[in-house]
């Protein structure tokens, strides 16, 4: 849906595109001297990342980035124009149609320079390629012991026309957690091996190795770009940083659905799978029509919280594949009446933080697993070409 048509449903996700435009400017104002990234990977993480993409550009977001090559790609089928950055290859990928649709690629090691090199040449134009060196994450990267190679043979790659390097990049491990030892050593090793390219002969466009927390808590790691991912959709990056109000953002997704039953039931009647609530006493109990296969999480089962009609519920008993149920101790709202799992907190409803906690996880979980089931329904779609 990208209508803000406000029909009830059984379940919607309202995205606000000014909350996530605000959100992009607030995050610029924050690294006035490097360019935004906005990722928008895993769907925008949940938000859509058609819209989400075309609302944080509009806000001065210089480039877009996502995980695989098939997210970016979709982009550019919707006609996003622009600097895209994709990192997440495997042997075999679409590298020439990346390519070919000026999207740049990252590259770890050897093999994906190889694939990326055959797919300029079949494509008769150079890639624009990132090499990423990986200064103490562990995963993605090339290791220190091996960037020399990487970085030669991309030099000779470039000299033959097949790639142009117009990056060099990292990430952090542990950027949440300020004052980390693991950050001032990733921040040393990335600026040595970025001097190691540079002395090579490698003139970046970019460097970056910021993160959403680095962006907000780190100038010194901004370098000429910083990616910013779950910052950009309002969430905070960890309780550690603070909430999303006090880093200035607000968050964009809110999670709404309609009781489908409100019923009165005696007291010791059992409530979902596994009878592990049961009722105190008589009360009603009311129906909400989200389960897990819609990414509400089964570990929030009797902790996950609701706001109904005004007050605050608790899931009652087991989270189901389609439902959950909240007891409203003898209140009767009516069938159809909202109820809020999570939105900006505005008028006392969870944020998605409340059930990151009450499931045991962190809240980029939550707003990027709630299902393809659920519309995105978009709300201030407008302004989005309006001058930055």
Not at 76 to 86: E, I, N
Not at 367 to 382: A, K, L, W
Request: a negative charge; aromatic letters at 4%; hydrophobic letters at 40%.
């Amino acid at each position: 849906m990208t209508s803000s048509e406000t029909a009830p449903l059984r379940a919607r996700a309202e995205i606000d595109l000014a909350a996530l435009r605000a959100n992009v400017r607030a995050l610029r104002a924050l690294a006035p001297g490097a360019a935004l990234m906005a990722v928008v990977k895993s769907d925008a993480y949940g938000h859509g990342a058609v819209p989400c993409a075309r609302a944080a550009q509009a806000a001065g977001a210089e480039w877009l980035g996502t995980a695989t090559p098939e997210e970016a790609l979709a982009l550019r089928a919707a006609g996003l124009s622009g600097r895209v950055l994709c990192w997440l290859w495997t042997p075999g990928g679409p590298w020439r149609q990346a390519v070919e649709a000026d999207v740049d690629v990252s590259v770890s090691g050897m093999w994906a320079l190889r694939e990326v090199c055959d797919a300029a040449r079949a494509a008769g134009t150079p890639a624009r390629v990132h090499l990423k060196a990986d200064t103490g994450l562990g995963r993605n990267g090339c290791q220190p012991a091996d960037w020399p190679e990487l970085v030669a043979e991309s030099l000779r790659a470039q000299a033959a026309g097949l790639v142009t390097v117009v990056g060099l990049w990292s990430h952090l491990a542990c950027a949440d957690e300020p004052g980390h030892p693991s950050i001032r050593s990733q921040l040393d090793c990335f600026r040595e091996m970025v001097a190691h390219a540079e002395e090579q002969g490698v003139r970046p466009e970019v460097r970056h190795i910021a993160n959403s927390p680095a962006t907000l808590t780190l100038p010194e790691a901004h370098f000429d770009l910083v990616r910013t991912g779950i910052a950009v959709y309002g969430v905070s990056p960890s309780p550690e940083l603070g909430t999303s109000a006090d880093l200035g953002l607000r968050p964009v997704m809110s999670l709404k659905a309609s009781l489908a039953l409100v019923k009165r039931v005696p007291g010791g009647h059992g409530v979902s799978y596994g009878h592990l609530y049961t009722t105190p006493g008589s009360t009603t109990l009311g129906l909400v029509p989200v389960g897990y296969a819609d990414g509400i999480p089964r570990h929030a089962s009797g902790t996950g919280p609701v706001l109904v009609d005004g007050k605050l519920r608790t899931v009652a008993g087991r989270i189901a594949m389609d439902q959950f149920v909240v007891d409203l101790g003898g209140d009767e709202p009516p069938p159809g009446t909202e109820a809020v799992l999570f939105g900006p907190g505005d008028h006392g409803e969870p944020t998605a933080e409340d059930w990151a906690q009450a499931a045991g996880t962190i809240a980029y979980e939550i707003v990027t697993r709630i299902g393809t089931r659920v519309p995105r329904v978009y709300m201030n779609v407008e302004d989005e070409h309006h001058d930055v």
